[in-house]
């Protein structure tokens, strides 16, 4: 055995000691951290010939980059929809990686089943029924892509064609209506070889970001062949939502496969406060969900669910490899999404639900959704910021009272750089625009408290 490995093998317990001694130092510190760094440009490490050791290699980490880390996991990191990874989902990340088992793995381990376990808690979070199988993949962007993938399975279909045998050739252009899809969604579908130019968009409602019912409608019947309709749950300028009964009830009209981008909007779910927001997500075909986003996972992890398991197997059948063996009834995930080798991904999920249950998991959504209305709160009562739309979950969608793009990239770089806390640009309907999006566990009423500071005296220097 190389010597470097033989000598941590034997320090295997002091080396995980002193990982873990680090690890709690940036997490019981992770306030003080910033919550945003400028990335510096770094002399790049080379490749030793001989290698420095686990200890040698922490050394290093530690001495150039463990400080130049984003306190990103922490509660005042406000930009995108980030999510931290609650106490519990951390242990079971790390048992995740101690283990290394392969989840596609149908013979030799438990993990498989166990993910099934946990999908089923999932379902029941969201008030899924039954229908809906599912599998882990390591984001929202590649859960679409598998919706999608099942879609365009269906729509070829429709015209006899086995897509996933015979490929997209001949086949008329597959069109994908939407209101306000996420960017990823034009990402699966160039990966799909469906063309991001496949998707049209449909007018939203006036000064909401909610597709319009009627002109979705008239845009179906105009089009008059099956294709595809991505409905949101949670854009992410202003949580809106599309009314998803609506949109299912278009299907007795015209053939259509619903796909929903739930990415965080999903949530709604968990409690009753704003089920009603994702009333009818069950009836989708396929469902997009994260859970490094809301769930408070680590990344790389989203759930996938849909209604036709049979289109994915289809698609994403693994077959060929005697060593795998013959499908059976309930075909492993091997068969069922991008990859085939696959990390343990519910794990984290599965200590998660288990730790904080739904109690738990619905009190970080409702916390986090007050402290977004008690920002929206205060910007509305404020002569400097003016609030794009009202706070209907957990992100605030503000600018200033006169904005304009220059003003906007000062003050939130000026914030940036305070450390404080952190938040993203955007631009609604063709304003300029800050983002404020609340989803981590940590965050309570005194950060809100220190949010708002931070925002006062950037916008008063
Ligand atoms: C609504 C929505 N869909 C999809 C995505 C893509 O998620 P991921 O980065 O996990 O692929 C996001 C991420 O911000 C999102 O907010």
């Given amino acids: 055995m ?68 984003t306190g990103s996991a922490g509660a005042r990191y406000l930009g995108f929809v980030t999510g931290g990874a609650t106490p519990a989902s951390l242990m079971g990340d790390w048992l995740c990686s101690t283990f290394d088992n392969n989840a596609a793995d149908p013979v030799l381990s438990i993990t498989p089943q166990l993910e099934r376990v946990t999908l089923a808690m999932l379902r029941d979070l ?61 990402k699966a579908l160039s990966m799909l070889g469906m063309g991001r130019g496949s998707l049209e968009l ?44 609506a949109i299912h009830a278009l299907k007795t009209e015209f053939p259509f496969w619903l796909h929903l981008d739930a990415a965080f909007g999903g949530f709604a779910a968990t409690s009753p406060e704003f089920s009603g927001l994702v009333a009818g997500m069950d009836r989708a075909d396929s469902i997009t969900i994260d859970a490094h986003k809301w769930l408070n996972v680590p990344y790389d992890s989203a759930m996938q669910f849909s209604r036709h398991q049979n289109l ?75 609030l794009l739309a009202s706070v209907r979950m957990n992100v605030v969608c503000f600018t200033l009272t006169n904005p304009n793009q220059t003003q906007i990239t000062t003050l939130l770089e000026r914030i940036r750089d305070e450390g404080k806390i952190f938040l993203t640009p955007t631009n609604y309907k063709g304003i300029p625009a800050i983002r404020a999006a609340f ?17 006062a005296k950037a916008v008063r220097i």
Avoid at 147 to 157: C, E
Wanted: hydrophobic fraction near 40%; include cysteine.
């Fill in 2 to 69: 190389n010597p470097q490995l033989e000598q941590d093998l034997r320090n295997f317990s002091s080396l995980l000691e002193r990982t873990s001694l680090e690890a709690q130092k940036v997490l019981t510190e992770i306030d003080l951290r910033a919550a945003f760094k400028s990335a510096i440009v770094f002399e790049p490490d080379v490749l030793p010939e001989t290698g420095l050791g686990a200890r040698g290699a922490l050394e290093v980490f530690l001495e150039k980059y463990a400080h130049q880390m």
């Fill in 126 to 186: 969201f008030s899924l029924s039954d229908a809906h199988s599912g599998a882990f993949v390591s984001g929202a962007t590649m859960s679409s892509f598998v919706g999608l993938a099942q879609a365009r399975q269906w729509f070829g279909l429709q015209f006899g064609v086995n897509i996933a045998q015979d490929g997209l050739y001949g086949l008329p252009r597959l069109k994908i209506f939407s209101g306000t899809p996420h960017s990823s969604i034009f």
């Fill in 202 to 245: 449909v007018s939203t409602l006036p000064d909401r970001e909610a597709v319009d019912i009627a002109a979705l409608r008239t845009a179906l019947e105009q089009h008059g062949a099956p294709c595809i309709v991505v409905a949101n749950a949670g854009t992410v300028n202003t949580v809106d939502f599309d009314d998803l009964e």
């Fill in 312 to 386: 994915q197997l289809e698609v994403f059948q693994n077959t060929g490899a005697a060593y795998l063996g013959a499908i059976g009834d309930n075909p492993e995930f091997v068969h069922l999404t991008p990859e085939n080798s696959r990390r343990f991904r519910a794990l984290p999920a599965w200590f998660t639900l288990l730790a904080y249950g739904r109690e738990g998991h619905a009190e970080i959504v409702t916390r986090n959704v007050n402290l977004a209305r008690g920002l929206g709160e205060r910007i509305e009562r404020s002569s400097d910021f003016k």
């Fill in 439 to 455: 989803s981590n566990w940590r965050t309570t009423q005194s950060d809100l408290e220190l949010i708002w500071e931070s925002l």
